[in-house]
């Protein structure tokens, strides 16, 4: 786990909300307060989807709205000209990520005994910090896959150009 300080929270914003940069995250959660809280919990209610439409879903193993799928109504609550008091936004690195993280460093683990890999952002109205994490269904002392997944989510960010300092 590691501490991120998100340094251009203008540049930031552009690509959370303008861009494609986070579209295919799935949605853990997110949570922004305004004039009042706003609260995502990420999980598709299968039974308000028709027929067709939640069979399609369960086909490609979709169970979490991706980024792209609530972007707009995130930038709907936060866009104006104040900034949000405070947000919180948990994305999951995708499963195909997760399997790929674990062949290109020789993991000694199984894509299924990952639960999830987070990106937590949270604002506090003045910082923008980005806090890692990791979640396994087995218990191990091994932290190769959280050095991984943290060098991972630093060379993420400086390809996307986001600037960030550690703490």
């Known amino acids: 786990m590691i501490v991120?300080?998100?340094?251009?929270?203008?540049?930031?914003?552009?690509?959370?909300?303008?861009?494609?940069?986070?579209?295919?995250?799935?949605?853990?959660?997110?949570?922004?307060?305004?004039?009042?809280?706003f609260s995502?919990?990420?999980t598709f209610h299968m039974d308000f989807f028709d027929t067709e439409?939640?069979?399609e879903l369960s086909k490609w193993g979709r169970t979490q709205l991706l980024w792209l799928d609530i972007?707009?109504?995130c930038y709907f609550v936060i866009r104006g000209k104040q900034t949000p008091l405070q947000f919180k936004i948990?994305?999951?690195?995708?499963?195909?990520?997760?399997?790929k993280l674990i062949l290109d460093h020789a993991l000694?683990?199984?894509?299924?005994?990952?639960?999830?890999l987070f990106l937590n952002f949270q604002y506090n109205?003045?910082?923008l910090l980005l806090t890692t994490g990791t979640s396994l269904k087995v218990f191990t002392m091994d932290k190769s896959l959280d050095h991984a997944f943290d060098?991972?989510?630093?060379?993420?960010?400086?390809?996307q150009e986001i600037s960030f300092e550690e703490l």
């Open 40 to 42: 995502i919990d990420g």
């Open 125 to 127: 109205g003045e910082k």
């Open 90 to 99: 948990v994305f999951q690195l995708p499963q195909k990520n997760c399997e």
């Open 4 to 37: 991120l300080q998100i340094t251009q929270l203008k540049n930031f914003m552009n690509r959370l909300l303008c861009t494609e940069t986070f579209d295919r995250f799935p949605v853990s959660e997110v949570s922004i307060t305004t004039f009042t809280t």
């Open 108 to 116: 000694p683990f199984e894509a299924d005994q990952i639960f999830g």
């Open 151 to 159: 060098d991972a989510v630093k060379n993420f960010l400086l390809k």
């Open 53 to 55: 439409t939640a069979q």
């Open 71 to 73: 972007k707009k109504f």
